[in-house]
């Protein structure tokens, strides 16, 4: 009887053994297989960044330097992207930017889907991926010329795509990595960040239509405020961008990155007349488009 027990105990300790064995075993697999899916991500953005970035090498004669000094308004040089876009749409028309930001580890391409959720699991090249991609909210302006301009990625635990987005919550190292840009194919986009928090995933941080210049103000002062070191913006501001990606601190937390646009010495861009009049058209061209949609979908 004794031995039977003795036999029935070993044979469950056994059983819980090889059940323990196997949980370990899938769980170091998945584990394992996350590790070398984010290290391939890496591997391929670090192989973009290689490919796309362009050297700009000037040579002026003696003769274009001495009508330089001649002229007393030297023309503008023509601006040229350090990546080469060419390049990156043959390999994804989604493509409309490149983020970097000195001293971190964000250097990624931007695109932008028909949806959020494509590029919330596929990578540049649109494979399936737990890392994503860096992508712009399908409902902001694919130019960077609208009012609000929201970019997502994810927070890695390997430190890459918006990691070091969070880490901007730390006062000295948003004063440290304050000033960063945004290249597209026409322009450099200077940014200065002006605010940073966690907080709930509100869907009024995507609000991309505004009725005038003052309700975006408005706005743009209740998405700053809760940073009790965000900077002090110039008002009536020209657009605001948005970068969002994962937190920890409360159930379903998200970090947000706002910053304006900023000149060469890294002053704010405010809205002149003539932006706010073409914000006022944007939104009356997106109106009557929307209106246009409802119409068509009501004779279905």
Known sequence: MEDSKKSGRDTLW??????????????????????????????????????????????????????????????????????????????NPDTIGWIHIPDTKISYPIVQGTDND?????????????????YLDYES??????????????NMKNGSMFKDIVRYKDPSYFKEHQYFSIYTPEREIRLKAVSCYYGE??????KTRFKSQEAFDEFVKEMIAPCSYAETVEYPVKALYTFVTCSYEINDARTFLFAVEADEQGNEITADEEYQQKMTDLMIKKAEEAEAVSKEAGKK
Request: charged letters at 30%; aromatic letters at 10%; a negative charge.
């Open 141 to 154: 302006e694919g130019d960077f010329e609208g009012r609000n301009n929201i970019l997502y990625g994810h």
């Open 14 to 91: 056994k059983i819980l053994v090889c059940v323990a064995l196997l949980v370990f075993l899938v769980s170091g697999g998945l584990t394992l297989r996350s590790y070398l899916a984010d290290k391939r991500a890496q591997e391929e953005y670090e192989r973009l960044a290689r490919e796309a970035a362009q050297t700009t090498q000037e040579t002026i004669t003696i003769e274009e330097t001495e009508k330089q000094e001649l002229e007393t308004e030297p023309e503008k040089e023509e601006y040229q992207s350090p990546y080469d876009f060419d390049t990156l749409k043959k390999e």
């Open 118 to 134: 494509f590029y919330l699991k596929h990578d540049f090249n649109g494979e399936a991926s737990v890392a994503g991609s860096i």
């Open 201 to 206: 995933a509100k869907p009024i941080v995507r």
